[in-house]
């Protein structure tokens, strides 16, 4: 079953290179996608059951932390994909076309290569998600980083093709700082007779095992806390982490909204899990103190830096952007408090993921339609395109943690955990940066909502259902599990969040 | 041992090398060779499979690669670096000592580490760093990353084992890969701004 | 043991003259052509100081006194080098700061011999000369230390070990060590070669015949010194010259008995001679701006040798 869950998506891919019909190709995506999130949805089940399954020798054996990652990056991938048939089509028939703002003539890069890395970087993600090897794990993220790389120059332009350069070296080098990591990890075992970790296919239990062992103050303690800080610098500069988060608004901003939606969404959780696997080690090795208070520093730092960006940000992909800076500082915080702030955190990857993809989705709508990405020219969308209006100030209202949506809950308990821990101090800045990014977030936002419509643009048509409906499930779904988690998902997270402290 | 030993210190000097060097295809074939000795180093520690296969690939294929994109767009033979050289070179001596500095801190079972090994490794990886960092040419922040590349291989090689060749030659197929798309997007550099220069890429800010 | 050092010391100054002979011959050779005797130097030499002198009126007694300065300062620097494997009968803690000091001395002798003839040429070579040796001071010194803390390991780390001559600099090396893992020592060498070029004023970093005043360092700095006193300075540069080749060649050099170690040096100075000879052929000349980086590739070659020979 987990061998069909990696190989599907590269399967799909290969018949993609050599199917050259456009629809046959965009089915195919669509197919591909269903398929994974039946076999994911199977997969999780099972995990559920006390059951997981196992391929590859042990490689390939999730656990419910890698489950909810994986659930949440196969939902968003069939979300999108059903996003992609339309937005592909509509991109088909725009043909060669001049830059918005530079006025550069530009054309987009072939669709089949475009859907190919999709599923390839499905597969890398379902390969992060779902393995137990450390260095399977860093060979997935590095792979999401060169699958995802083309999918940010899809518009072949000055802007995106620069985007795609910072993206692949900054992640590129970050990431082989996070290798480090792995090595440091394995010195921290040698005295103990651990002659190479790479050969045990399930090396988290392993080193779990090992960790468990360490005596406070022992030789091994120093390599640990640096193979942590490794972990934290190399994979926290592709999650988003301040002050390594320079690519990731540039990246954002230029790639195609479907796969900032996918980037947003479902990458940077990969990149988080990679943190998180150290700090599960940490926490064996009874060093989860000094984990915890890194991620909490760096959650904070994130938060504060993402609040800067967002008040007076006047391009509306890149305020997405900073948002998302923001929801990983948020992880981040929430994970480093320990406790109950855990279980908030894990119900706030699923919401924010839902949340920002949706959102990213609805700002492609937007483009498409006033072709500007600056905040300041948009306005009049309720005349423009009512039924994206609605979804965007509803996902306006999600993103920024308000009642009824899920995030309220989930930014609720992470809160709840900070006084549960009596960080009163700490509580209050994050509660300060939040109403700072509301208030941020909502000038543009409420802008581009109100106000008349731009004479030049002709009245509200009907929109095409393939662009609005992925959005109006993923906010749905998000305002549903603001009001109720089902028992199930609440089981999952809580089993989720044990193996990290929770 | 004292080939190993040998070994060690040329690749030292290459990386001191790299770093003073202004010519992209100076740059390259230095890169080229500190692949070569990377391949006989490993092979000298016993990992003869793994130490062919980056022969093949650091040593011969991706200095090809390279050479190949360099010619295809017609670069210049060399960019103004962020960094002067000779203060690069300097950085990389500091590296150099900071790493002999750590190399008696560290706390390591005696004998893991063939002497003189970890602190040419940490070298490598500064020195790599420093490429990335220090040029504005993509074609050497390239190279830099795989010379990066290179000083992590170089420390992971006491925990290479024979039952885990499998893990090694998949981060190889992974660097072959990201070297590989990092040159077509040089390509499209090239054609797309008329120049490798990516200090000049000044349009995406807040 | 003093026996050896004068008689090495007799043959340095005899044979100074010739080592620039054997450079010129071979870089004739190269170029297919015979070329000059061997002897030209002497020569030159001879007839120099048979030569009257025509002085400017410009100038003042610091002209007339500068290329006796300047050949004093070489010789006494001379004095203090271990030559051939015997130590200078003049030796002591710290003598290389001497010797790297008089080589200092005599530079500052002929910059201020070419300012005072107020020529704009002589002052441009005054001024890249001081340049270039202010450049290539750090790198000698960081090979003296190198060598001094080879020579400080070599006697065990004894606080009171006499290893800041350069007598005992050049005794305590061990030739053939590069050979066993410690192949960092063999930079040493290569650094010095290159300080010799650039302190000898050789190709790359300058151009002895060049005939284009713009291009020239040190030649630009003598155009107006005649007779006797050019004699001098011609005889001072031969001398400098032996004097780096010695200081090459002396780490190169295993200790050998007398006769054997007398030959081997020979042999060594003017294999030297022959390498400086092919470097002028196959190089050009660098253009000044690079100059910096040569002299800049030399010291960090010492500053490595020295950063690893510290940690072995």
Known sequence: ????????????????????????????????????????????????????????????????????????????????????????????????????????????????????CLCIFLSAMTLVTCTRHLGALWVGIEATTLASAPLIYFHRHRESLEATWKYLIICSVGIALALIGNLLLSFAFVAKGLESANEAADQLSLLLRLAA??????????????????????????????????????????????????????????????????????????????????????????????????????????????????????????????????????????????????????????????????????????????????????????????????????????????????????????LALLAVIFVGMSVPILHMIQGTRPADLPRATREPLLSVLPPLALGLTVLLLGLYVPQGLRHALSQAARTIGG | MSILLLLLFLLLLNNLLLLGTDRLAGMNRL????????????????????????????????????????????????????????????????????????????????????????????????????????????????????????????????????????????????????VFVMGIAINHISSKFETIDVGRFRSLRD | MNGVYFLHLALALLLAPLFTGVINRVKAKVAGRHGKPLLQLYFDLFKLLRRGEARSTSTTWVFAVAPGVGLAATLCALALLPLGGAASPLRFQGDFFLAAYLLGLGRFAMILAALDTASPFEGMGASREACFSALAEPALFLCFLTLANIAAGAAGGAADAPSLSLSSMFAGQAPAAWLSGRAELALIPVALFALLLVENCRIPADDPTTHLELTMIHEAMILDHSGPNLALILYGAALKLWLFAGLTAGILLPELPFWPGLICHLVAMFALAALVGLVESVMARLRLIRVPRLIGGAGALAALTLILSHVR
């Open chain 2, 31 to 178: 890169v080229a060779v500190q692949g070569c000795l990377l391949a006989a180093l490993l092979i000298c520690l016993d990992h003869v499979i793994i130490g062919a296969a980056i022969l093949l690939i650091k040593g011969v294929g991706l200095p090809l690669l390279l050479r190949r994109t360099h010619l295809r767009i017609g670069a210049p033979s060399s960019v103004p670096p962020h960094l002067p050289y000779a203060a690069a070179v300097l950085a990389g001596m500091l590296g150099l000592v900071f790493a002999l500095w750590l190399e008696k801190q560290l706390p390591l079972p005696q004998g893991f580490f063939p002497p003189f090994l970890l602190p040419t490794a940490l070298g490598t990886l500064f020195c790599g760093l420093l490429l990335v960092i220090g040029r504005a040419s993509a074609l050497s922040q390239v190279m830099g990353y795989l010379v990066t590349e290179n000083g992590i291989f170089l420390l992971g090689s006491p925990l290479m084992s024979a039952g885990a060749v499998w893990f090694e030659l998949t981060l190889l197929l992974d660097l072959f890969v990201a």
């Open chain 1, 1 to 116: 079953m987990l061998e069909a869950l990696l190989l599907l998506p590269l399967l799909a891919a290969a018949l993609m290179m050599l199917i050259a019909r456009a629809t046959a190709g965009r089915t195919l995506l669509v197919a591909a996608a269903v398929a994974h999130a039946v076999l994911t949805a199977a997969v999780l089940r099972r995990i559920a059951e006390g059951n997981p399954p196992s391929a590859f020798g042990g490689l390939l054996a999730p656990d419910m932390l890698g489950g909810l990652f994986l659930g949440v990056a196969s939902a968003l991938f069939l979300v999108t994909s059903v996003y992609a048939v339309g937005y592909l089509k509509s991109e088909e028939d725009l043909g060669e076309r001049s830059h918005m703002k530079t006025g550069e003539r530009f054309t987009n890069a072939p669709e089949r290569r475009f859907t190919a």
């Open chain 1, 213 to 430: 062992d360490v005596a406070p103050g022992g030789p091994a303690v120093p390599w640990l806390k640096a193979a942590f800080i490794f972990f934290l610098v190399g994979y926290g500069t592709k999650m988003g982490l301040a002050p390594l988060h320079n690519w990731l608004p540039d990246a954002h901003s230029q790639a195609p909204s479907l796969v900032s939606a996918l980037l947003s969404g479902a990458l940077l959780n990969c990149a988080l899990l990679g943190i998180l696997r150290g700090h599960q080690i940490l926490i064996a090795a009874g060093l989860g103190g000094f984990s915890a208070q890194l991620l909490l520093f760096f959650g904070l730092i994130s938060l504060a830096v993402a609040a800067v960006f967002i008040v007076g940000q006047g391009h509306y992909k890149r305020l997405l952007a900073y948002s998302s800076v923001e929801h990983m500082g948020i992880l981040a915080f929430g994970i480093g408090l320990g406790g109950v702030a855990v279980h908030g955190a894990m119900l706030h990857v699923l919401c924010h993921s839902l949340t920002k993809c949706m959102l990213f989705l609805l700002a492609g709508n937007i483009l498409s339609r006033y072709h500007t990405l600056s905040s300041h020219d948009v306005h009049g969308m309720r005349w423009a395109m009512p039924f994206t209006t609605v979804l965007w100030a509803g996902g306006f209202l999600a993103i920024v943690g308000s009642p009824p949506f899920g995030l309220f809950v989930s930014e609720l308990w992470i809160f709840k955990g900070a006084l549960a821990q009596g960080q009163w101090v700490l509580g209050a800045v994050y």
